[in-house]
């Protein structure tokens, strides 16, 4: 099933698939104190980021994922990236980031309810996987206000080279 031309709606939201004409945007905003307990570090140059949304398409054009851009409704204006990957698996990953002006406005809690929402109508699968550094609070009280409770801890080596204790949540297909 091809992803590429998925686009949800929320309440104060669009989610629309992640592209190049999203790069300038992602390249500014991508940085610390938001990448602080992200997978990925920032990218090197914009060169790098054109091939990893590239990348990211053409897993989406195969089924494998969603890596989608967050736009406020009304101005279009860019706040973030969310992602789902492994779909197809029993624990499709769901994880995200909004830039540092967009915190403490509950817009990852309305990203990550829809795309729960999504995934419940168009995947087959036993729970979400949210996992997040244990100091991160706002991540966490995501995971928890999806139904999301902790299946695993442990240590792992961030973009910043740092060592953090992480959680794993699991989100439930349906709410608990």
Not at 12 to 18: A, H, N, Q, T, Y
Not at 71 to 77: A, I, M, V
Not at 144 to 149: N, R, T
Request: charged share 25%.
């Amino acid at each position: 099933m091809d992803l590429s031309r998925t686009i949800l709606e929320a309440n104060r939201l669009f989610l629309v698939p992640k592209s190049s004409a999203h790069a300038q945007y992602i390249i500014s905003e991508y940085r610390d104190p938001v990448t602080r307990h992200l997978n990925h570090e920032p990218p090197g140059s914009l060169p790098l980021l054109l091939e990893r949304i590239e990348e990211q398409r053409a897993a989406m054009k195969a089924g494998q994922a969603l890596f989608l851009s967050v736009l406020l409704k009304g101005s279009d204006e860019f706040i973030g990236c969310f992602a789902l990957e492994n779909i197809g698996s029993e624990q499709p990953e769901m994880g995200g980031w909004l830039k540092a002006s967009a915190f403490g406005n509950r817009y990852g809690q309305e990203v990550a309810a829809r795309i729960k929402q999504w995934a419940g109508d168009h995947l087959s699968y036993q729970h979400l996987l949210w996992p997040c550094a244990i100091e991160n609070i706002a991540s966490r009280k995501l995971a928890e206000s999806l139904g999301g409770y902790i299946v695993r801890e442990y240590d792992k080596r961030t973009s910043d080279g740092q060592t953090s204790q992480y959680v794993e949540y699991a989100i439930p297909r349906l709410a608990m």
